[in-house]
């Protein structure tokens, strides 16, 4: 199976800056596309951002300009660099990743979720 371990949330100020990690592991054969979704309480879970294994990019318009997705293949992990945080960004932010398994099963993969709150 594959496991998704994410790290870097915390709580900062307004106009503040966190990166999110998150490092896939497990019986990987390949990885496609890689993201980011975040949820608060009562509301749907949301894309953030996304990354192809070719590096497009896609991203909400709430963050756009904002926060940036990357990737590093050879770690199997996707990062999320948010700046100018805003109050509206509070979330569990979770990764997401499209794994092809060693049996070639091709599936979604969910980190635990990571708490990021924005406050004064």
């Known amino acids: 199976q594959v496991q998704l371990v994410e790290s870097g949330g915390g709580l900062v100020q307004p106009g503040g800056s966190l990166r999110l990690s998150c490092a896939a592991s497990?019986?990987?054969?390949?990885?496609?596309?890689m993201g980011w979704y975040r949820q608060a309480p009562g509301k749907q879970r949301e894309l953030v951002a996304a990354?192809?294994?070719?590096?497009?990019?896609n991203y909400a318009y709430s963050v756009k300009g904002r926060f940036t997705i990357s990737r590093n293949n050879v770690k199997n992990t996707v990062y999320l660099q948010m700046n100018s945080l805003k109050p509206e960004d509070t979330a569990v932010y979770y990764c997401n990743a499209r794994v092809v398994v060693t049996t070639r099963a091709n599936s979604n993969y969910w980190g635990q979720g990571t708490q990021v709150t924005v406050s004064s």
């Open positions: 990354i192809t294994s070719a590096n497009y990019t």
């Open positions: 497990g019986s990987i054969f390949s990885i496609g596309s």
